[in-house]
T-cell receptor, first 115, second 110 residues
Framework: DAGITQSPRHKVTETGTPVTLRCHQTENHRYMYWYRQDPGHGLRLIHYSYGVKDTDKGEVSDGYSVSRSKTEDFLLTLESATSSQTSVYFC??????????????FGAGTRLSVL | QQQVKQSPQSLIVQKGGISIINCAYENTAFDYFPWYQQFPGKGPALLIAIRPDVSEKKEGRFTISFNKSAKQFSLHIMDSQPGDSATYFCAASGNYQLIWGAGTKLIIKP
C-alpha cells in the first residue's frame, strides 16, 4: 500500500466518545487526504492537507477535525462519534493536486463501528 | 457541475466476456481521467488513466474510451477473469481536485 500505514485497522467505539485515526506515510508526499467510503456513496473527501499545519475541508467535514504536525503523519479525529460515522476510512497521499500528477495512493483503510 | 456520474452500480459478467463501465462528467476544466480498482479489504489503486486529447488508451485487457464532445468515458475489460472481480471507480482531475464516481461493483462469474 505505497508506504502508507493506517492505524488502527479496526475500531469499535460507543456513541459520544472521541476517536482518532492515524495515517503515516514514508513517501514524503506533500498532500494527504482522509476519505470515508460507504455503500452507494463511493469515496467522499473529509479533509485534506497540503503541508504541515495546512489543512482544508472536504465535502463531508462536519463532525471531523484533522491535524498534521509532521509531513508523515495525518490524524483524523471524530470529536464525539455518532452512528452515522460508522464507515470505512481511507487515507491517501499524492505528490501534487494538478491534473495528471494528482495520482492518489491509498492505505488499507480503517473500519470504524460506532455503537 | 463537479459531479462524475458512474454506471452501472453493479455488474455481473461471465468469464471471458467484456465488462463495460461508463462515466460522464460536466466540468470541461477536468484534464485527467483515471480509473481505480479496489479489491475487498484494500484501498483503491490506480488502474489506468487517460488525458482528454486522446480518444483511447489500452493497457493489456483494459481500455479506456474517451468521448470529449459527449463528456463521457468508459472502461472496457476484455476477456474478463474472476480475478477482475472488484469495485471500479472512475474519477476526473482538474482545478486541484479529484472528483470520484460512486463506484461499480464488478463480479466475474466462472
Amino acid at each position: 500500500d505505497a508506504g502508507i500505514t493506517q492505524s488502527p485497522r479496526h475500531k469499535v467505539t460507543e456513541t459520544g466518545t472521541p476517536v482518532t485515526l492515524r495515517c503515516h506515510q514514508t513517501e514524503n508526499h506533500r498532500y494527504m487526504y482522509w476519505y470515508r467510503q460507504d455503500p452507494g456513496h463511493g469515496l467522499r473527501l473529509i479533509h485534506y492537507s497540503y503541508g504541515v499545519k495546512d489543512t482544508d475541508k472536504g465535502e463531508v467535514s462536519d463532525g471531523y477535525s484533522v491535524s498534521r504536525s509532521k509531513t508523515e503523519d495525518f490524524l483524523l479525529t471524530l470529536e464525539s462519534a455518532t452512528s452515522s460515522q460508522t464507515s470505512v476510512y481511507f487515507c491517501a497521499i499524492s505528490e501534487s493536486r494538478q491534473g495528471a500528477q494528482n495520482i492518489q495512493y491509498f492505505g488499507a483503510g480503517t473500519r470504524l463501528s460506532v455503537l | 457541475q463537479q459531479q462524475v456520474k458512474q454506471s452501472p452500480q453493479s455488474l455481473i459478467v461471465q468469464k471471458g466476456g467484456i465488462s463495460i463501465i461508463n462515466c460522464a462528467y460536466e466540468n470541461t476544466a477536468f484534464d485527467y481521467f483515471p480509473w481505480y480498482q479496489q479489491f475487498p479489504g484494500k484501498g483503491p489503486a490506480l488502474l489506468i488513466a487517460i488525458r482528454p486529447d486522446v480518444s483511447e488508451k489500452k493497457e493489456g485487457r483494459f481500455t479506456i474510451s474517451f468521448n470529449k464532445s459527449a463528456k463521457q468515458f468508459s472502461l472496457h475489460i476484455m476477456d474478463s477473469q474472476p480475478g477482475d472481480s472488484a469495485t471500479y471507480f472512475c474519477a476526473a482531475s482538474g482545478n486541484y481536485q479529484l472528483i470520484w464516481g460512486a463506484g461499480t461493483k464488478l463480479i466475474i462469474k466462472p
